[in-house]
């Protein structure tokens, strides 16, 4: 087992039950990475934390510093990554506060620094992403939320969109017919930057909302946030007995 690192997403900034034992404030070539990095411990085991959108949440899906995240998680020694994220839901089996392990994604996203092969070093490298998410990650956060009793989804695809507004009807739609599941908007670039520093990745998405267009009505900011809450507990819970189970 290898060092993790959790991605904190949104509505986690913290993992209030666990000890911190270091904060760093780090460099990258790349630039600074949203927050400190964080080195928490928990039932004897210590781990890395980084809250993706910053310490107050202020930093958007689109302005993330994807590139530097990744990189210094990787140059403090973490080579398996459990990234959080909250998601819509467009398949019928996920509704709010299901949690969801996807095995699959598709990109949506543009203009977002998505490579460190990007030429500068006179390499052209072009990595495996037939699948983006780490199997034996998944298997292990599937293991975990099963043995709390939390009926995860095995498998599905995400649709990474560009954001920060949410979907129209008929984008969903599309989304739809194309295969996806479940719709976030921090995935891509995260996971092909994981993969290209051959860094372990899996997600732990939980859905906060029906996607637009999939129930009667607006997708409200309030249910957005009030689900996130709903969903904290088991979340952390979750990470918690992942991190103790490594
Ligand atoms: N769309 C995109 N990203 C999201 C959504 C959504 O409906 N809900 C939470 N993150």
């Given at each position: 087992?290898?060092l993790?690192?959790?991605?904190?997403?949104?509505?986690?900034?913290?993992?209030?039950?666990t000890?911190?034992?270091?904060?760093?404030?780090?460099?990258?070539p790349?630039?600074?990475?949203?927050?400190?990095?964080?080195?928490?411990?928990?039932?004897?085991?210590?781990?890395?934390?980084?809250?993706?959108?910053?310490?107050?949440?202020?930093?958007?899906?689109?302005?993330?510093?994807?590139?530097?995240?990744?990189?210094?998680?990787?140059?403090?020694?973490?080579?398996?990554?459990?990234?959080?994220?909250?998601?819509?839901?467009?398949?019928?089996?996920?509704?709010?506060?299901?949690?969801?392990?996807?095995?699959?994604?598709?990109?949506?996203?543009?203009?977002?620094?998505?490579?460190?092969?990007?030429?500068?070093?006179?390499?052209?490298v072009?990595?495996?992403?037939?699948?983006?998410?780490?199997?034996?990650?998944?298997?292990?956060?599937?293991?975990?939320?099963q043995?709390?009793?939390?009926?995860?989804?095995?498998?599905?695809?995400?649709?990474?969109?560009?954001?920060?507004?949410?979907?129209?009807?008929?984008?969903?739609r599309?989304l739809?017919?194309?295969?996806?599941?479940?719709?976030?908007?921090?995935?891509?670039?995260?996971?092909?930057?994981?993969?290209?520093?051959?860094?372990?990745?899996?997600?732990?998405a939980?859905?906060?909302?029906?996607?637009?267009?999939?129930?009667?009505?607006?997708?409200?900011?309030?249910?957005?946030?009030?689900?996130?809450?709903?969903?904290?507990?088991?979340?952390?819970?979750?990470?918690?007995?992942?991190?103790a189970?490594?």
């Amino acid at each position: 087992m290898g060092l993790l690192g959790i991605i904190g997403g949104s509505g986690f900034t913290a993992l209030p039950e666990t000890e911190i034992v270091d904060r760093q404030r780090v460099e990258t070539p790349y630039g600074a990475p949203s927050a400190e990095l964080l080195t928490l411990r928990h039932d004897g085991q210590e781990f890395r934390f980084l809250p993706r959108h910053g310490a107050d949440h202020g930093i958007p899906p689109h302005a993330i510093n994807y590139r530097a995240n990744i990189q210094a998680l990787c140059d403090s020694g973490v080579t398996q990554i459990v990234a959080l994220g909250a998601v819509g839901g467009i398949a019928d089996d996920c509704g709010p506060l299901r949690l969801c392990v996807p095995d699959q994604l598709i990109d949506y996203t543009w203009g977002r620094p998505s490579t460190y092969f990007d030429g500068a070093g006179g390499d052209v490298v072009h990595v495996d992403f037939s699948a983006p998410f780490a199997q034996v990650l998944r298997e292990r956060l599937l293991a975990s939320a099963q043995g709390l009793g939390l009926d995860p989804r095995d498998g599905g695809t995400y649709a990474v969109t560009q954001g920060p507004r949410l979907e129209t009807a008929g984008e969903i739609r599309r989304l739809e017919r194309d295969g996806c599941d479940l719709v976030g908007m921090t995935a891509m670039p995260e996971a092909v930057l994981a993969r290209e520093r051959a860094l372990d990745y899996a997600l732990l998405a939980f859905v906060v909302n029906w996607a637009a267009g999939k129930r009667e009505g607006e997708v409200g900011m309030g249910e957005i946030r009030a689900n996130l809450v709903r969903c904290q507990d088991s979340v952390r819970r979750l990470l918690l007995a992942f991190v103790a189970a490594a």
